[in-house]
Nanobody, 127 residues
Framework: QAQPVESGGGSVQAGGSLRLTCDVA????????IGWFRQAPGKEREGIVV???????IYGDSVKGRFIVSRDIPTKILYLQMNNLKPDDTARYSC?????????????????????WGTGTQVTVSE
Protein backbone atom coordinates (compact mmCIF):
# COMPACT_ATOMS: atom_id res chain seq x y z
CA GLN A 1 0.00 0.00 0.00
CA ALA A 2 1.30 3.44 -0.90
CA GLN A 3 2.48 5.60 1.96
CA PRO A 4 3.52 9.25 2.10
CA VAL A 5 7.15 9.83 3.10
CA GLU A 6 8.08 12.88 5.17
CA SER A 7 11.44 14.57 5.65
CA GLY A 8 12.91 17.87 6.75
CA GLY A 9 12.29 17.88 10.45
CA GLY A 10 14.86 19.01 12.96
CA SER A 11 15.63 21.30 15.86
CA VAL A 12 15.36 25.07 15.64
CA GLN A 13 15.18 28.02 17.97
CA ALA A 14 11.99 30.00 18.42
CA GLY A 15 11.49 32.42 15.56
CA GLY A 16 13.29 30.18 13.13
CA SER A 17 12.04 28.35 10.05
CA LEU A 18 11.96 24.83 8.68
CA ARG A 19 10.64 23.31 5.48
CA LEU A 20 9.10 19.87 5.54
CA THR A 21 8.59 17.74 2.47
CA CYS A 22 6.11 14.99 1.82
CA ASP A 23 6.71 12.62 -1.06
CA VAL A 24 3.34 11.42 -2.27
CA ALA A 25 4.59 9.36 -5.18
CA UNK A 26 1.95 6.71 -4.59
CA UNK A 27 -0.87 9.21 -4.96
CA UNK A 28 -2.00 12.07 -7.14
CA UNK A 29 -2.83 15.60 -6.12
CA UNK A 30 -5.89 15.33 -8.31
CA UNK A 31 -8.45 13.17 -6.61
CA UNK A 32 -6.89 13.11 -3.15
CA UNK A 33 -7.00 15.18 -0.03
CA ILE A 34 -3.41 15.48 1.15
CA GLY A 35 -2.38 17.29 4.26
CA TRP A 36 -0.12 17.77 7.24
CA PHE A 37 -0.97 16.86 10.79
CA ARG A 38 1.04 16.99 13.99
CA GLN A 39 0.96 15.36 17.37
CA ALA A 40 2.78 16.42 20.50
CA PRO A 41 3.27 14.06 23.44
CA GLY A 42 0.12 13.80 25.50
CA LYS A 43 -1.95 15.74 22.98
CA GLU A 44 -4.39 14.80 20.27
CA ARG A 45 -3.38 14.85 16.63
CA GLU A 46 -3.94 18.31 15.17
CA GLY A 47 -4.65 19.24 11.58
CA ILE A 48 -2.20 21.78 10.17
CA VAL A 49 -3.16 22.17 6.53
CA VAL A 50 -4.92 20.18 3.86
CA UNK A 51 -5.01 20.59 0.09
CA UNK A 52 -7.70 19.28 -2.18
CA UNK A 53 -8.26 18.53 -5.82
CA UNK A 54 -7.73 22.05 -7.10
CA UNK A 55 -4.93 22.96 -4.71
CA UNK A 56 -6.88 25.22 -2.39
CA UNK A 57 -5.50 24.98 1.13
CA ILE A 58 -7.28 24.96 4.47
CA TYR A 59 -5.11 25.92 7.44
CA GLY A 60 -5.57 25.28 11.11
CA ASP A 61 -5.99 28.39 13.22
CA SER A 62 -2.79 27.80 15.16
CA VAL A 63 -0.58 28.10 12.07
CA LYS A 64 -2.40 30.63 9.89
CA GLY A 65 -0.05 33.36 8.74
CA ARG A 66 3.05 31.38 9.72
CA PHE A 67 2.92 28.14 7.72
CA ILE A 68 2.59 27.92 3.96
CA VAL A 69 1.84 24.80 1.94
CA SER A 70 2.87 24.34 -1.65
CA ARG A 71 3.07 21.48 -4.05
CA ASP A 72 5.22 20.40 -6.96
CA ILE A 73 2.88 18.44 -9.17
CA PRO A 74 5.42 16.80 -11.53
CA THR A 75 7.52 15.44 -8.66
CA LYS A 76 4.53 14.79 -6.40
CA ILE A 77 6.04 16.66 -3.46
CA LEU A 78 4.02 18.57 -0.89
CA TYR A 79 6.01 21.21 0.97
CA LEU A 80 5.26 22.83 4.31
CA GLN A 81 7.19 26.04 4.94
CA MET A 82 7.08 26.80 8.64
CA ASN A 83 8.05 30.30 9.70
CA ASN A 84 8.23 32.08 13.05
CA LEU A 85 8.26 28.75 14.84
CA LYS A 86 7.24 28.62 18.47
CA PRO A 87 7.95 26.05 21.21
CA ASP A 88 4.28 25.03 20.98
CA ASP A 89 4.98 23.87 17.42
CA THR A 90 7.13 21.06 18.80
CA ALA A 91 5.55 17.81 17.62
CA ARG A 92 5.84 14.93 15.23
CA TYR A 93 4.57 16.06 11.85
CA SER A 94 2.91 13.56 9.57
CA CYS A 95 1.64 13.67 6.02
CA UNK A 96 -1.61 11.94 5.17
CA UNK A 97 -3.55 11.22 2.00
CA UNK A 98 -7.06 10.09 1.30
CA UNK A 99 -8.92 9.59 -1.94
CA UNK A 100 -11.81 11.97 -2.48
CA UNK A 101 -15.13 10.07 -2.49
CA UNK A 102 -17.38 10.06 -5.55
CA UNK A 103 -19.63 12.79 -4.12
CA UNK A 104 -16.61 15.14 -3.84
CA UNK A 105 -16.96 16.42 -0.28
CA UNK A 106 -14.50 19.13 0.78
CA UNK A 107 -11.23 18.05 2.34
CA UNK A 108 -11.16 18.45 6.10
CA UNK A 109 -8.57 18.85 8.83
CA UNK A 110 -9.92 15.75 10.52
CA UNK A 111 -7.37 13.00 11.09
CA UNK A 112 -10.02 10.31 11.02
CA UNK A 113 -10.79 11.11 7.38
CA UNK A 114 -7.34 9.86 6.29
CA UNK A 115 -6.28 6.27 5.85
CA UNK A 116 -2.80 6.67 4.37
CA TRP A 117 -0.18 8.01 6.75
CA GLY A 118 3.54 8.52 6.70
CA THR A 119 5.71 7.72 9.71
CA GLY A 120 6.33 11.39 10.42
CA THR A 121 9.25 13.69 11.06
CA GLN A 122 10.09 15.33 14.38
CA VAL A 123 10.17 19.09 14.80
CA THR A 124 11.57 20.53 18.00
CA VAL A 125 11.48 24.25 18.74
CA SER A 126 13.46 25.56 21.69
CA GLU A 127 13.14 28.89 23.50
Amino acid sequence: QAQPVESGGGSVQAGGSLRLTCDVAGFTFSGYCIGWFRQAPGKEREGIVVTGNEGAAIYGDSVKGRFIVSRDIPTKILYLQMNNLKPDDTARYSCAAQIVPWNNPPCRLVAGDYRNWGTGTQVTVSE
